[in-house]
């Protein structure tokens, strides 16, 4: 069992950044692609970035593509999201999630682990 635990949510203004943990614990998350999802109000769960087990692939939502950086270190058992020039719309709950997978999954369903999320509030 992967158990994971976000951080890093808050209130920012549009245009401001937020760089997003997600510590893992119960197993190192080294042979895990990890992923980060975003649920707003009134939307179904969507992708926003994934970086592979080796760290050496990442993928991001075409959305917000050039506005974000997934990043990862296995000592600390953490994954990383950098979140720039934030929007209204990015308001949402974020979430990261493990798959024990060799290559990358963007679908939620490929997914075996969860965390509960944290709160992201753009205020304008």
Known sequence: QVQLVESG?????????????CAASGRT????????FRQRPGNE?????AISWSGGGTYYA?????????S??????TVY????SLKLEDTAV??????????????SQTYD???QGTQVTVSS
């Open 9 to 21: 949510g808050g209130l920012v203004q549009a245009g401001g950044s937020l760089r997003l943990s």
């Open 29 to 36: 998350i080294n042979s895990y692609a990890m992923g980060w």
């Open 45 to 49: 769960r969507e992708f926003v970035a």
């Open 62 to 70: 075409k959305s917000m593509k050039g506005r974000l950086a997934i």
């Open 72 to 77: 990862r270190d296995d000592a600390e058992n």
């Open 81 to 84: 999201l950098q979140m720039n």
């Open 94 to 107: 974020y979430c990261c999630a493990a798959a024990g997978r060799r290559w990358v999954p963007t679908d």
């Open 113 to 115: 682990y969860w965390g």
